[in-house]
Nanobody, 117 residues
Framework: QVQLVESGGGEVQAGGSLRLSCAAS????????VAWYRQAPGKERELVAQ??????EYGDSVKGRFTLSRDRAKNTVSLQMNSLLPEDTAIYYC????????????WGQGTQVTVSS
């Protein structure tokens, strides 16, 4: 059974950094298209960053502060978050398809990020 497992969430002060990781288990296929979403209390789910072409793309609210990277050997995708703001507080979800034909979408369980002012 394929699972996406997120890690790296936590609490940090404004201006700090966190690194989230998304690992695929239960498969020999590497992670293909990937995206990170976040959802704050009382708000709709927001696309933070995605990478399904040559270069990653970022939402306007995180551009210049967040960076996606891949570790193909570990089959993980990481989201480096710098200069964090209180408004970045949310549950962050990894969404990915495997690099194979007709892969379904997979979702991680979510990881809480809390930024205090």
């Amino acid at each position: 059974q394929v699972q996406l497992v997120e890690s790296g969430g936590g609490e940090v002060q404004a201006g700090g950094s966190l690194r989230l990781s998304c690992a695929a288990s239960g498969t020999n296929f590497r992670i293909g298209a990937v995206a990170w979403y976040r959802q704050a209390p009382g708000k709709e789910r927001e696309l933070v960053a995605q990478w399904d072409s040559a270069i990653p793309e970022y939402g306007d609210s995180v551009k210049g502060r967040f960076t996606l990277s891949r570790d193909r050997a570990k089959n993980t995708v990481s989201l480096q978050m710098n200069s964090l703001l209180p408004e970045d507080t949310a549950i962050y979800y990894c969404n990915a398809r495997l690099a194979k034909l007709n892969s379904p979408d997979y979702w991680g369980q979510g990881t809480q990020v809390t930024v205090s002012s």
